[in-house]
């Protein structure tokens, strides 16, 4: 890797993956018998897709267990690598590097993505003097997380726009937690803003700040990140694997198919009844998970464009990693074809 490279672009050389090797003990239980108990990390005042699909009966007799909340999927993916937890979700660049890192770890079903209504803007104050990439120089861009997909996608942003690897270098990516983000924009503690989903329309309901560009502008339509799970755990618990992929992804065909209102309903109820202390008023604003395929199905094409991006970018050797090794599809038993986007509104546009 370039001793230039800045951001050590999707760096996961910390993670310990010797743990992972020799195996932490997983949640399968002994002689054989396969474990009926997923743990799991949550993201506050949201619902994910394995918790919808737990309150829908999907999951029978399989029960999730919330260990607690996390911000990053590099940490999230991390946790499952070593055995904190069952799996992890996390961008698919984020991912591809785990792996090639040498966690033994399988992405089994992809959970978000990129569409006219899910995608994550970069926005700024509508008094800001930023119009383009060159003015991001010298700049704090808030996120999420580092080494994942808010971070790829603003580089690719500021390289597509003409900017240097030393002017790249001078942009400042700076993680907060995306409930904050938005007041550290309105209070200029940072020029730029990384808001999707629900807490940016939020955002844009409240009025005074303004796109710069999105995801979505960038790439188009695309399935952006994927659940994995331990080789060792598929292994151990194959029925229970299949039972919780399937799950996610009749899930996800339940989000396409029901009414907006409905799923916005049934979501503010999970919150609620979970009990973990969280304000569900910014669910009001979900439209959809952003998942291009039917059932979450992956294909090589969401990782391959990715794995090109690390060996251009010198994170990863040509042919270090091959994009259908990364994933399995054989625990997804969804086998329908995708439903209209009813819970998309008609109305809905990228801003």
């Avoid at 607690?68 to 996390?90: K, L, V, Y």
């Avoid at 006219?116 to 383009?132: E, T």
């Amino acid at each position: 890797m370039p001793a230039a490279s800045r951001r050590q672009f999707l760096s996961l050389a910390a993670l310990g993956f010797a743990a992972a090797a020799c195996g932490r003990a997983t949640a399968s239980a002994g002689g054989g018998k396969e474990t009926k108990k997923i743990r799991y990390q949550g993201w506050a005042g949201q619902v994910t897709l394995p918790e919808l699909a737990e309150d829908l009966g999907y999951l029978g007799d399989v029960k999730l267990e919330w260990v607690g909340n996390t911000i990053s999927g590099p940490q999230d993916i991390q946790s499952a690598a070593t055995g904190q937890t069952d799996f992890g979700g996390a961008f698919n660049g984020a991912v591809v590097k785990l792996i090639a890192a040498g966690a033994p770890v399988k992405s089994v079903i992809s959970y978000y993505g990129v569409d006219q209504a899910a995608f994550s803007g970069y926005y700024v104050l509508a008094d800001s003097p930023i119009r383009g990439a060159r003015d991001l120089i010298g700049k704090k861009v808030a996120m999420n997380t580092l080494g994942a997909h808010s971070e790829a996608l603003l580089d690719i942003y500021l390289q597509r726009n003409g900017l240097s690897p030393a002017e790249i270098a001078k942009v400042e990516p700076t993680v907060l937690p995306p409930v904050s983000t938005e007041q550290a924009l309105r209070q200029k503690q940072v020029e730029v803003a990384v808001l999707g989903g629900v807490l940016r329309d939020k955002a844009l309901a409240a009025g005074g700040i303004r796109p710069l560009f999105s995801d979505f502008d960038l790439l188009g339509a695309f399935s952006a990140g994927t659940y994995v799970m331990t080789d060792r755990f598929l292994k151990e618990n194959p029925t229970t694997s299949r039972t919780f992929v399937t799950a996610v992804a009749r899930a996800i065909e339940w989000s396409r198919s029901t009414p907006r209102e409905q799923v916005i309903a049934r979501s503010v109820e999970i919150v609620k009844r979970r009990g973990r202390n969280e304000d569900p008023a910014a669910l009001q604003y979900w439209k959809s998970f952003g998942v291009a395929e039917p059932g979450g199905r992956i294909s090589d094409g969401e990782f391959q464009l990715w794995t090109d991006w690390l060996v251009a970018h010198g994170d990863l050797k040509a042919g270090q990693v091959k994009a259908g090794d990364l994933y399995s599809n054989d625990f997804n038993g969804y086998t329908g074809e995708s439903a209209p986007t009813a819970a998309v509104s008609p109305s809905a546009s990228r801003s």
